[in-house]
T-cell receptor, first 114, second 115 residues
Framework: AQSVTQLGSHVSVSEGALVLLRCNYS??????LFWYVQYPNQGLQLLLK??????LVKGINGFEAEFKKSETSFHLTKPSAHMSDAAEYFC????????????FGQGTTLQVKP | DTGVSQDPRHKITKRGQNVTFRCDPI?????LYWYRQTLGQGPEFLTY????????KSRLLSDRFSAERPKGSFSTLEIQRTEQGDSAMYLC?????????????FGPGTRLTVT
């Protein structure tokens, strides 16, 4: 069975500081991995995806993530946080099912302090 | 491309009533998914359609829940005899079929409150 663990339900950074949101996955097959962002009372917006083409994936809004198979990790980073980055972030895995359904982590709330 | 739309955005109902939600996927997206999200949690998969065929259902989808996708376009999710535990955000997502095309595009969700 596939699963995702997001370490840290809340992360707080200062504006301009590095953002690091952690995600570890478990999968018996090569996974597809995703990061989504959710603003209050809205649906999820895709930030980036890993589909085995490259281990360092660049996404929207300056975010990127690195796939590390040896560590079963797919951590999300951004060099400099902006106030507008404050939101809920979800890591998700897909792969063992032909349906493409996503298995999500519990999410990490990012707070950005001025 | 207008994105995935869901209606209504909010629904308040009394315990025991039936509710129905609608999802309109991105046009020409063959795959359609329903997820449920409770407060402070990530979305949980409920069911999946490819065109009009419902190909997978989660065990979370009790017999009070039914979903349809007639003609492979919009989809409806009905909950019969609602319970307070059904209070959640119900999210719909669509995805095109194709090698590697597994990213899903989400609608804004329908927030259900059962009183």
């Amino acid at each position: 069975a596939q699963s995702v663990t997001q370490l840290g339900s809340h992360v707080s950074v200062s504006e301009g500081a590095l953002v690091l949101l952690r995600c570890n996955y478990s999968s018996s097959v090569p996974p597809y991995l995703f990061w989504y962002v959710q603003y209050p009372n809205q649906g999820l917006q895709l930030l980036l995806k890993y589909t085995s083409a490259a281990t360092l994936v660049k996404g929207i809004n300056g975010f990127e993530a690195e796939f590390k198979k040896s560590e079963t990790s797919f951590h999300l980073t951004k060099p400099s946080a902006h106030m507008s980055d404050a939101a809920e972030y979800f890591c998700a895995v897909s792969g063992s099912s032909n349906t493409g359904k996503l298995i999500f982590g519990q999410g990490t709330t990012l707070q950005v302090k001025p | 491309d207008t994105g995935v739309s869901q209606d209504p955005r909010h629904k308040i109902t009394k315990r025991g009533q039936n509710v129905t939600f609608r999802c309109d996927p991105i046009s020409e997206h063959n795959r359609l998914y329903w997820y449920r999200q409770t407060l402070g949690q990530g979305p949980e998969f409920l069911t999946y359609f490819q065109n009009e065929a419902q190909l997978e259902k989660s065990r979370l989808l009790s017999d009070r829940f039914s979903a349809e996708r007639p003609k492979g376009s919009f989809s409806t999710l009905e909950i019969q005899r609602t319970e307070q535990g059904d209070s959640a955000m119900y999210l719909c997502a669509s995805s095109p079929v194709g090698q590697g095309a597994r990213e899903q595009y989400f609608g804004p969700g329908t927030r259900l409150t059962v009183t």
